[in-house]
């Protein structure tokens, strides 16, 4: 009779050991609340997780793996996989990795994802995705395809086009809405009488260029575009060095292509607190499939006919020469 009773007090026990675990454990599911910690899930804390499916826990002092998505309510520290999603409540501190999108409070952490990275606080890391980084303060950097979204940024934002923040001293990316940075408008001419109307925008080092004009040499490919990135090299209260690589086409929206690459060096003289003049040398690299491209440069460094296809290819050397008005 004592055995039976023994064995049915230690069965109790271990039942209740079983529901109200103590931190630190192992936690295996399909999905919530189908896992070793069932209902209590919430209120746990994990050395290492594994959902088929989802998970869900108050916090993880280890790695997560899950098919679809992570749900921490807390802090997570260590290393969370999800096909689609991860979610911290609070810090992050390790890294972060899904299939379309992490959040988080913030942290020290790295998270890449395929869509976009959302913290909601203060993050020092790396934030990697295929379209959107958000943070509040960043001390680290931000690498998206389309846009980076930040207040204060000690590194670099790079971006396949926008950038935002208060304040990013390296802002890598088309158009760059920094509010303690610099934009311009400007006009812009070069040697094969191309002008252009641009916009430039960034931080104290680094910049963005998108223009747009009009070749007043060709009589068919007129339309004129450009993109690219600057550097501001040196900087005095009157002078400054700007390099700038650029991509640009000259288009007729019919047949044939005029494309071309160019480094510029562009030393400028301010006048007055917002107007800057600027001329230098150029470096061009064109490819053309038509007579009119081919001719509206005379006089070429090198020039290689294509093997693979009939387009022109050459280089040549040009120049810049404009203003800017710094706003």
């Known amino acids: 009779m004592r055995s039976i009773l023994t064995s049915?007090?230690?069965?109790?026990?271990?039942?209740?050991?079983?529901?109200?675990?103590?931190?630190?454990k192992v936690h295996l599911g399909i999905v919530y609340p189908l896992s070793t910690n069932g209902t209590h899930a919430p209120?746990?804390?994990?050395?290492?997780?594994i959902h088929l499916f989802a998970g869900v826990s108050a916090e993880e002092q280890g790695p997560s793996f899950a098919g679809f998505s992570?749900?921490?309510?807390?802090?997570?520290?260590?290393?969370?996989?999800?096909?689609?999603?991860?979610?911290?409540?609070?810090k992050a501190n390790g890294g972060l990795f899904a299939g379309f999108l992490n959040t988080s409070g913030g942290g020290d952490h790295a998270a890449f994802a395929g869509f976009g990275n959302v913290a909601t606080g203060d993050m020092k890391g790396?934030?990697?995705?295929?379209?959107?980084?958000?943070?509040?303060?960043?001390?680290?950097?931000q690498i998206a395809g389309f846009i980076n979204v930040a207040r204060k940024v000690k590194g670099a934002q790079i971006a396949g086009f926008v950038n935002i923040a208060d304040s990013s001293d390296c802002p890598i990316g088309i158009i760059n809405i920094i509010r303690q940075g610099e934009k311009s408008v400007g006009l812009?001419?070069?040697?094969?009488?191309?002008?252009?109307?641009?916009?430039?925008?960034?931080?104290?080092?680094?910049?963005?260029?998108?223009g747009l004009g009009y070749n007043f040499k060709n009589d068919d490919a007129v339309y004129a575009f450009e993109a690219g990135l600057g550097a501001h090299l040196l900087r005095t209260p009157v002078f400054r060095l700007n390099t700038e690589l650029v991509s640009g086409m000259l288009e007729d929206f019919e047949e044939g292509e005029y494309f071309k690459?160019?480094?510029?060096?562009?030393?400028?003289?301010?006048?007055?607190?917002?107007?800057?003049?600027?001329?230098?040398?150029?470096?061009?690299?064109?490819s053309t499939d038509t007579a009119e491209g081919v001719n509206l440069t005379k006089r070429y460094l090198k020039e290689w006919n294509g093997d693979w296809d009939e387009d022109f290819r050459a280089l040549y050397l040009g120049y810049t020469a404009g203003l800017h008005i710094r706003f």
């Open 261 to 286: 690459a160019s480094f510029r060096v562009m030393p400028a003289v301010k006048i007055g607190p917002s107007i800057e003049l600027f001329a230098g040398p150029a470096l061009h690299f064109i």
């Open 43 to 49: 209120l746990d804390t994990n050395n290492l997780s």
């Open 126 to 141: 790396l934030q990697v995705a295929g379209f959107v980084n958000t943070a509040r303060d960043v001390n680290g950097s």
């Open 8 to 24: 049915i007090l230690m069965a109790a026990a271990f039942t209740s050991a079983a529901q109200h675990q103590l931190p630190g």
């Open 70 to 90: 992570n749900v921490v309510r807390g802090n997570a520290n260590g290393v969370q996989f999800a096909g689609f999603s991860n979610h911290i409540g609070k």
């Open 188 to 210: 812009t001419i070069d040697e094969n009488q191309t002008l252009m109307a641009g916009f430039r925008s960034g931080g104290k080092v680094m910049y963005g260029i998108i």
